[in-house]
C-alpha cells in the first residue's frame, strides 16, 4: 500500500519555485473549514485536521492566521466542495477534489484538463468505487515495531503499518485520524512527515513510457488550476 508520501509531497513542492500555490491552496481550504464551524482548532475537527496537514507542509503562519481572520471578519465569500471522476490514458482513474465559488468554471477547466491530455471525465461513481478513503499519517525515527506498540497501548485500530526509509507511515480508517494522532502525542511524538486523509486506489496500474507521459502532464494540468485542492490516481509512478 505504501505510496512514497514523502517523495510525493516533494515533487509537489518542486514544481512551484517558492510553493506559493500550495500555499494558496492551504488558504482556501483553512477559510472554508474555519467558516463552517467556530474558528478555533479545538472546537471545530474539519479545521484542526487542515491545520494538521498545513503544518506537514509548512504553511506559514500568516497565511494561516489570515484565513482565519477572514472567516472571523464575516466574509460572504462562499465555495462549493465538489468531486470530480475521470480517466487518463490506458484505462488509468483519477479522482478531483475541488474548492470552488464558480461551479460551472471548474467544471469546465477540469473537463478540458482532461480532455487535452488523453483523458475524460465520468459520471459521479465511476472512479471512487475503485479507491477507499484512508487516513495516512507519517513519523520519523520510529520503526514499525515501536509504532505498532504506541497504537497497541493506545487501543487504535490501523489498516497498515509500512516503513519508508526514515519514515514509518499508518494507514487507518478516516475516522480514525485524530485517535492516531493522539496515540503519537502521548508518546511524545508531535511532528509529522504526513497528516492526510486521502484516496488510495486498491490496486494500481503501471503505464508505458507514452502513456506515462500524457498522463503526467494531465495531472500537471489538473493540479495547476486554482479551484484544484486534491488530486488521486491509481497509477504506479515508480517512486
Known amino acids: 500500500m505504501g505510496r512514497k508520501?514523502?517523495?510525493?509531497?516533494?515533487?509537489?513542492?518542486?514544481?512551484?519555485?517558492?510553493?506559493?500555490?500550495?500555499?494558496?491552496?492551504?488558504?482556501?481550504?483553512?477559510?472554508?473549514?474555519?467558516?463552517?464551524?467556530?474558528p478555533d482548532p479545538e472546537g471545530n475537527q474539519a479545521l484542526k485536521f487542515v491545520l494538521e496537514r498545513a503544518k506537514t507542509y509548512n504553511v506559514p503562519r500568516h497565511i494561516i492566521d489570515r484565513a482565519i481572520e477572514k472567516a472571523k471578519g464575516g466574509s460572504e465569500e462562499s465555495y462549493d466542495s465538489l468531486r470530480y471522476e475521470g480517466f487518463g490514458p490506458n484505462g488509468s482513474m483519477v479522482i478531483v477534489d475541488a474548492l470552488t465559488n464558480n461551479v460551472n468554471r471548474t467544471a469546465s477547466d477540469v473537463r478540458a484538463a482532461f480532455g487535452k491530455n488523453g483523458g475524460n471525465m465520468g459520471v459521479s461513481g465511476s472512479v471512487a468505487y475503485m479507491f477507499d478513503a484512508t487516513a495516512v499519517i507519517g513519523v520519523e525515527g520510529k520503526s514499525e515495531e515501536e509504532v505498532m506498540e504506541i497504537l497497541m497501548e493506545a487501543d487504535v485500530d490501523a489498516r497498515d503499518i509500512i516503513q519508508e526509509e526514515d519514515h514509518?507511515?499508518?494507514?487507518?480508517?478516516?475516522?480514525?485520524?485524530?485517535?492516531?494522532?493522539?496515540?503519537?502525542?502521548?508518546?511524545?511524538?508531535?511532528?509529522?512527515?504526513?497528516?492526510?486523509?486521502?484516496?488510495?486506489?486498491?490496486?494500481?496500474?503501471?503505464?508505458?513510457?507514452?502513456?506515462?507521459?500524457?498522463?503526467?502532464?494531465?495531472?500537471?494540468?489538473?493540479?495547476?488550476?486554482?479551484?484544484?485542492?486534491?488530486?488521486?490516481?491509481?497509477?504506479?509512478?515508480?517512486?
Open 5 to 38: 508520501w514523502n517523495n510525493i509531497k516533494d515533487k509537489k513542492a518542486a514544481k512551484d519555485a517558492n510553493t506559493s500555490r500550495i500555499f494558496a491552496k492551504f488558504g482556501r481550504e483553512i477559510y472554508v473549514a474555519a467558516k463552517q464551524g467556530v
Open 168 to 239: 514509518t507511515i499508518v494507514y487507518a480508517e478516516p475516522d480514525q485520524f485524530h485517535a492516531v494522532q493522539e496515540a503519537f502525542k502521548a508518546a511524545g511524538i508531535t511532528e509529522f512527515s504526513v497528516a492526510e486523509l486521502s484516496m488510495l486506489p486498491q490496486s494500481e496500474v503501471t503505464l508505458p513510457e507514452d502513456a506515462m507521459a500524457k498522463f503526467e502532464k494531465m495531472i500537471d494540468a489538473l493540479e495547476d488550476l486554482e479551484d484544484v485542492q486534491q488530486v488521486y490516481h491509481n497509477v504506479d509512478l515508480g517512486e
